[in-house]
């Protein structure tokens, strides 16, 4: 019904930003909230960022808040991921999903895209 590709990583100084964009297609997103999520080598997947249907409520990781910001624009069917003063331990494969409420469980979501590499050098 869903699928989303995931866009924008790549190689960034440590202070640097990206924005990862996240576009579905198959249905729109505005009946689902959006979230995402990244998986380090070696390490479980972690809750970035998540946002309501309506883009009204927005949830951050401790390790993220006031650098990261997660938007939508769901008249494109796009979730966005602005990355601000990052670090190396920000590198990861970064996610985004889509489910019916904006959790911090992987689980919970029910669409998922292929990922997207963020690397930050030191």
């Known amino acids: 019904q869903v699928q989303l590709v995931e866009s924008g990583g790549g190689l960034v100084q440590a202070g640097g930003s990206l924005r990862l964009s996240c576009a579905a297609s198959g249905r729109t997103l505005s009946s689902y909230a959006m979230g995402w999520f990244r998986q380090a080598p070696g390490k479980e997947r972690e809750f970035v960022a998540a946002i309501s249907w309506s883009g009204a409520r927005t949830y951050y990781a401790d390790s993220v808040k006031g650098r990261f910001t997660i938007s939508r624009d769901n008249a494109k069917n796009t979730v966005y991921l602005q990355m601000n003063s990052l670090k190396p331990e920000d590198t990861a494969v970064y996610y985004c999903?889509?489910?019916?409420?904006?959790?911090?469980?992987?689980?919970?979501?029910?669409?998922w895209g292929q990922g997207t590499q963020v690397t930050v050098a030191s």
């Open positions: 999903s889509a489910g019916p409420i904006p959790t911090t469980r992987p689980v919970a979501y029910d669409y």
